[in-house]
């Protein structure tokens, strides 16, 4: 069985793991989450980063940071997980889902402005398979609006935008180190505050509403509830297993890198064909390989691929069920203007087997595989 994903390991996890357990010090915020934290704010440029529980928790963090009212209204694509609408539903806000573009399935810039209202307060985005949206539009419109703009930067961690590691341009970023993700903690994130003013608030919102970490810093003399909160940071063991991988980034993003254009290319012929559509990386945007999808030609066509697929032992999947047509979508949020693209480009959509460690004996089958079902 080819599986659809194998979780990234890269050889040091027990031996780190095994460091956090021998120093006593196993919950949150020691030696292995420091790390991984100085890591990434000086290999992204990121002025602040903090670990959480999950990519889910880093944007409940970002949402509880922007401080909405009952009624005030988000922008974001509906061509996203759930926990990109989630973060701000929980939090009572509305949600205005806007159309993607075809070629990138990103949020369509262009759309953006139409939707907002005197009740938008924040614009969040969401890098699709590690493909930069248009931010220099996006941030414009949301600098002329007066909104802050979140990116959801969980599948874009080690990819950026012309220049800027994705996560870094927005008020805030956010990734996830879900074991499907490119680096892994089991179950993890990060959140990315780029401006230096809601550093302060961040830190108190992630240890239960408290001080502690001024406390640990020695800035205060005690520790005290100061604000509403919620326990926001992971334990070292799940740090240990992140800075693993965070240690051989550059070695896990080139193999990825290796394979998604040895599927690009294997693919490039029946794309010229028009039988596939292939993922398109506009100029200025540098990928992490996140995934590999093919577009097919509508629904059935693409049913029938993951079923000829299954039958050789070979796992792919499709998503995302677009999210303003399901239960909680038509509850929480509505979609402001026309779905032109949403739905039809996410059924077409299939993603391949791509994970690090992926050997060529197994890509090559897949290929062949997907040759054949196309009769190439
Ligand atoms: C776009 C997007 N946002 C948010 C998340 C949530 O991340 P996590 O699973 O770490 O909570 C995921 C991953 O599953 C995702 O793909």
């Known amino acids: 069985m080819i599986c659809f994903n194998v979780p990234p390991c890269t050889g040091n996890e027990m031996k780190y793991i095994g460091e956090a357990v021998a120093s006593r010090k196993i919950c949150g915020d020691g030696q292995f989450t420091k790390r991984c934290s100085e890591w990434m704010e000086k290999r992204f440029d990121a002025h602040k980063v903090l670990l959480t529980t999950s ?50 399935m990103n949020i369509d810039e262009t759309k953006i402005e139409a939707a907002i209202t005197s009740r938008t307060k924040v614009i969040v985005v969401m890098h699709y398979a590690g493909v930069a949206c248009e931010m220099d539009t996006i941030m414009a419109i949301a600098r002329k609006h007066g909104l802050l703009v979140i990116e959801d930067a969980a599948q874009g961690v080690m990819a950026s935008y012309k220049g800027k590691a994705l996560g870094t341009i927005g008020d805030f970023g956010c990734f996830s180190f879900h074991e499907t993700k490119n680096y892994s903690m089991g179950e993890g994130g990060a959140i990315l505050i780029n401006s230096p003013a809601y550093v302060d608030r961040a830190e108190i919102l992630r240890e239960k509403g408290t001080n502690r ?7 205060v003399d005690k520790y005290t509830w100061v604000d509403i909160g919620d326990s926001f940071l992971p334990s070292e063991l799940n740090a240990a297993y992140l800075w693993a991988q965070l240690e051989l980034a550059d070695e896990i993003n080139n193999d990825r890198l290796r394979s998604w254009q040895r599927y690009k290319d294997a693919f490039a012929e029946l794309a010229a064909r028009g039988r596939v559509e292939l993922p398109v990386i506009p100029e200025g945007c540098v990928h992490n390989a996140h995934m590999f999808y093919l577009k097919c030609r509508d629904l059935s066509e693409r049913t029938a691929l993951i079923q000829f697929l299954k039958e050789r032992d070979i796992l792919a999947v499709f998503h995302y069920v677009p999210l303003h047509s399901a239960p909680a979508g038509l509850r929480f949020g509505r979609f402001a203007g026309e779905d032109r693209y949403t739905t039809a480009e996410s059924d077409r959509l299939v993603r391949l087997p791509l994970y690090y460690g992926l050997t060529k004996e197994d890509q090559d089958r897949v290929i062949t595989a997907v040759r054949d079902f196309y009769g190439a």
């Open 213 to 219: 970490t001024r406390f640990y810093r020695g800035q």
């Open 55 to 104: 990519g889910t928790t880093a944007l409940d963090m970002a949402s509880l940071l922007c401080e909405l009212q009952p009624g005030d209204e988000v922008i974001l694509p509906s061509f996203t997980f759930s926990s990109t609408a989630n973060a701000f539903a929980n939090y009572g806000a509305r949600l205005v889902f806007v159309d993607i573009r075809p070629d990138t």
